[in-house]
């Protein structure tokens, strides 16, 4: 006999909301197809789409391969290491999650481009310049796996810190040295989140926008997001841009219908259990050089921008009004997405919990996932192409466009942080609910609620984080009026004032950081709950 409580009105309001999510994605991906078949078809198109799939391919393939080592060989060492800082030092590879890229993009200009901390270094000790390694295809690899490789960790981590302690003390019984212990225990523990995460890596380093806009480097290592942009931006070709965006979502429909019979990932942004187990000095040594060089690689970009950010440019920019409006419409878009991406998470995960139909389950959740499929510059040509064809301005639809479009690209995020922890509440709480003949409202309010205070301020954490370091969407429907930092920061180094930049770079750092940290603990104390 099912325990769940007979919520009929959740499911109804769940299938409502992944009926309309299905239609506006439908709605766009017609107007794409409509722009292709109505677009003239121009010879003179210099669009080489065989060469720009290659080119995404590679960089995705590379960036998926060099993380999934680098979060491996990451996660190892923080399972094993314990050292004063350990909490800190994972809190800040957990937040490269929010770390918009194209502040990590900027930071790698800063310290490894032609001006950059090394160039200047080696120019004052040695005499020669290392040239400018941060453009083109190493750099863009780099800047990916800083923000992929911490990323991978962290999911890693909380794999091996869930083995049970029985099985480790039956190790440390047994006497296994670092390398028989990753053979027999580890590896077993992580093997089958690699699949899943593998796949998340390739969607997001093959639809990454701001680092291959600002490190690529020319047109050879462009991408299929870049030349979409490039497209309507630069040559107003909507032909080539419509089928570029075709040819994109039919590769990531394709990853994602291969991942669909993978594990899933689960999320990891809770606090590190520790373990108690001793390598020997040999792997020891080996941890401490690795997570050294990894801390390295993901700290010195960041607190590049602050180095340059946070001087007599921050006060010039601070002086100007555009910056003042752009800060003011940031935090409005960030605001109204992030409570957008709440609310439709928690309709879409309420509806899940209230049913054990694996057939409903699946039509409430399929929706959720379209960004993976319909990524960010994607999705804005969708929205650009269907306000063009109802006679709407751009400009006058992009507040409401750009709030929505964050929502949606937040949203399988926030779904995956709301739906196990609701899951496990309706199946051990549900006898209890029944029984008190509570509400769906006091359901809420009394037992899920409290419960879910951090995972709530997680959510609006990642959804306010997302919009506020979004480049991709607000790109195409961005005027002299409606511009946001991510947006004034692009033109700002498209005008060569890298000064203004590096101040803007170093504000969106901080918001984003604060963000991260403290809408979780707030949401936390307001929900009356210490877990």
Not at 204 to 214: D, E, G, H, W
Not at 312 to 331: C, I, K
Not at 488 to 514: E, K, P, Q, S, V
Request: aromatic letters at 8%; hydrophobic letters at 55%; proline letters at 6%.
């Amino acid at each position: 006999m099912t325990t769940l409580p007979i919520r009929p009105q959740r499911v109804a309001a769940g299938l409502v909301l992944a009926a309309a999510i299905a239609s506006l994605i439908a709605v766009l991906l017609w107007a794409i197809f409509n722009a292709a078949s109505a677009a003239p078809n121009t010879s003179s198109s210099s669009v080489d789409i065989p060469h720009l799939l290659r080119m995404t391919s590679i960089q995705a393939g590379l960036t998926t391969a060099i993380s999934l080592l680098v979060g491996t060989a990451l996660a190892w060492c923080l399972n094993r290491l314990r050292f004063p800082g350990r909490d800190l030092v994972i809190g800040i590879f957990a937040s490269a999650i929010v770390t918009p890229g194209m502040i990590v993009a900027f930071g790698m200009l800063s310290i490894w481009g032609r001006n950059g901390w090394i160039n200047q270094t080696t120019g004052h000790l040695f005499g020669f310049s290392i040239g400018n390694p941060a453009f083109g295809l190493s750099g863009i690899l780099f800047a990916h796996v800083i923000l992929d490789g911490a990323f991978a960790a962290r999911i890693l981590l909380a794999r091996l810190d869930a083995i049970p302690s029985p099985r480790l003390k039956t190790g440390q019984s047994l006497g296994l040295s670092a390398i028989q212990r990753f053979a027999i225990i580890d590896w077993p523990a992580i093997r089958g989140t690699l699949p899943g995460l593998a796949a998340i890596i390739f969607l997001l380093a093959f639809t990454s926008f701001p680092i291959v806009l600002l490190l690529g480097g020319g047109p050879a290592n462009q991408t299929l997001e870049v030349a979409i942009y490039a497209a309507i931006r630069q040559d107003f070709d909507l032909r080539a841009a419509v089928l570029l965006a075709l040819t994109q979502i039919g590769v990531c429909s394709l990853v994602i219908l291969a991942s669909a019979a993978l594990p899933p990932v689960p999320s990891a942004l809770g606090p590190s259990k520790a373990q108690s187990w001793s390598d020997g000095v040999l792997a020891r040594t080996l941890q401490i050089i690795l997570l050294t060089l990894a801390a390295a690689a993901f700290i010195l970009p960041l607190l590049s921008v602050l180095v340059s950010g946070l001087g007599n440019g921050l006060l010039v920019v601070m002086s100007r009004p555009n910056f003042w409006w752009s800060l003011a419409t940031s935090l409005t878009i960030g605001t109204l997405s992030a409570l957008l991406t709440l609310t439709l998470a928690l309709l879409l995960s309420l509806g899940r919990g209230a049913t054990a139909r694996p057939g409903l389950r699946i039509l409430l959740g399929v929706p959720v996932y379209a960004y993976l499929a319909v990524p960010a510059v994607v999705l804005s040509l969708g929205f650009f192409l269907l306000v063009r064809a109802l006679g709407i301005a751009p400009g006058a639809a992009a507040p409401v466009v750009v709030v929505i479009a964050n929502a949606l690209l937040a949203l399988p995020f926030a779904v995956a942080t709301l739906g196990p922890p609701l899951d496990a509440i309706t199946s051990t709480r549900g006898k209890l609910i029944r029984s008190l003949g509570l509400t769906s409202w006091q359901q809420f309010a009394l037992i899920e609620y409290p419960l879910l205070g951090r995972d709530i301020g997680v959510v609006l954490a990642l959804s306010f984080c997302f919009s506020l370091g979004d480049l991709g969407v607000i790109a195409l429907f961005g005027t002299q009026d409606f511009t946001t930092l991510p947006l004034l920061m692009f033109r700002a180094l498209g005008a060569y004032r890298g000064n203004d930049a590096a101040a803007i770079a170093a504000i969106l750092l901080i918001g984003t950081t604060l963000a991260f940290v403290a809408l979780p603990r707030l949401i936390e104390r307001l929900s009356n709950v210490r877990r």
